[in-house]
């Protein structure tokens, strides 16, 4: 697994299913199996190494960026994982971010280009912009639909709107250009309890998360963590935020919100937790560390849970999958 700040490698779908890319493999398995069981798709190296990782929406396909500039769709519920499609010509570089909207996959890769594909039609490029100076290492649709947050290494957050197409110019402009981190953002998340809320986390020398109603543009908030951000998770049942980090404490941060008040502090980390992944009743959360460790922790709780929280974490060679 490589330790890169720009890339996204782990990803955990709707159906249940982790994702964890090392290089040329992408380890495909399922957490709540009792037996100790994982599929993997494996590509040429000729093809190029592949680089982020993201999940369709209904949790059937498996959608792989790769540092030739292009994407790959996988069926990962065939018998054997197959390779459906490929998408080109969207970036000039690697493609470090995905997200999915719908039946629209947006990229972003290190050309500052992100681009909308519509994996319905042949012709699948339907809109693209370069709005980062650099490249672009986060990207985020909000609940709705309605906005993408864009995160980029030239320390610059964009809130764009629903089309992203560059062939209409009302469509092409952004309500909003954050400025105020001092180096590169890569994690972004949308609050799933209020509208218009995002957190942003900047990286080594910036170390803050900070609050924007992306709305008005407004900073609501600002608190310096003490390390670089990583990952930003929401808990879908309680106002808390989680953060994962690397330089220089590598540590796991629980928050409460909105008084950003540290929670609690999770360090079974020995080097930057750089990918975070959460389950999809949303109280377990995956992380994956330059450490070699794949980590699931039992960090938030559902309502009707006990109200002292028990942190657990698994180390991924408790399950002898390599």
Request: with cysteine; glycine share 8%; charged share 20%.
């Amino acid at each position: 697994m490589r330790d890169d700040f720009s890339l996204n490698l782990l990803d955990w779908s709707k159906k249940n299913v982790v994702t964890l890319v090392m290089d040329t493999r992408v380890l495909i398995w399922n957490p709540s199996m009792k037996t100790n069981t994982s599929a993997e798709i494996v590509d040429d190296h000729e093809e190029g190494f592949f680089t982020s990782v993201c999940w369709s929406p209904d949790g059937r396909f498996i959608t792989i960026g790769l540092d030739n500039s292009t994407v790959q769709i996988w069926d990962a519920f065939s018998p054997k994982p197959r390779k459906v499609r490929v998408l080109r010509d969207g970036h000039s570089g690697i493609v470090g971010s995905l997200v999915w909207n719908g039946p629209i996959l947006t990229t972003g890769g290190t050309d500052g280009r992100i681009v909308n594909h519509d994996v319905r039609v042949r012709s699948h490029i339907v809109g693209s912009v370069r709005g980062h100076k650099q490249g672009v290492c986060g990207l985020k649709w909000s609940p709705s639909g309605t906005q993408l947050a864009s995160g980029g290494n030239d320390n610059v957050v964009r809130i764009w709107d629903i089309s992203v197409d560059s062939s209409d110019s009302r469509s092409t402009g952004w309500p909003h250009r954050f400025e105020e981190h001092t180096t590169s953002v890569r994690a972004l998340s949308w609050c799933p309890f209020e509208n218009n809320l995002l957190a942003s986390g900047g990286g080594e020398g910036d170390h803050c998360i900070k609050m924007w109603n992306t709305r008005t543009g407004a900073c609501l908030n600002s608190v310096d963590t003490g390390s670089q951000v990583c990952a930003l998770a929401w808990n879908k049942n309680e106002r808390e935020l989680l953060s994962s980090h690397g330089f220089p404490h590598n540590q796991l941060t629980l928050w409460k919100y909105p008084s950003m008040l540290k929670m609690g502090e999770l360090n079974d980390h020995t080097s930057r937790v750089l990918y975070m992944a959460q389950s999809p009743d949303g109280c377990t959360v995956a992380t994956a560390s330059g450490d070699k460790t794949l980590r699931f922790w039992n960090v938030f709780e559902t309502p009707t849970a006990a109200p002292i929280k028990k942190y657990e974490s698994y180390p991924f060679s408790d399950f002898n999958i390599h």
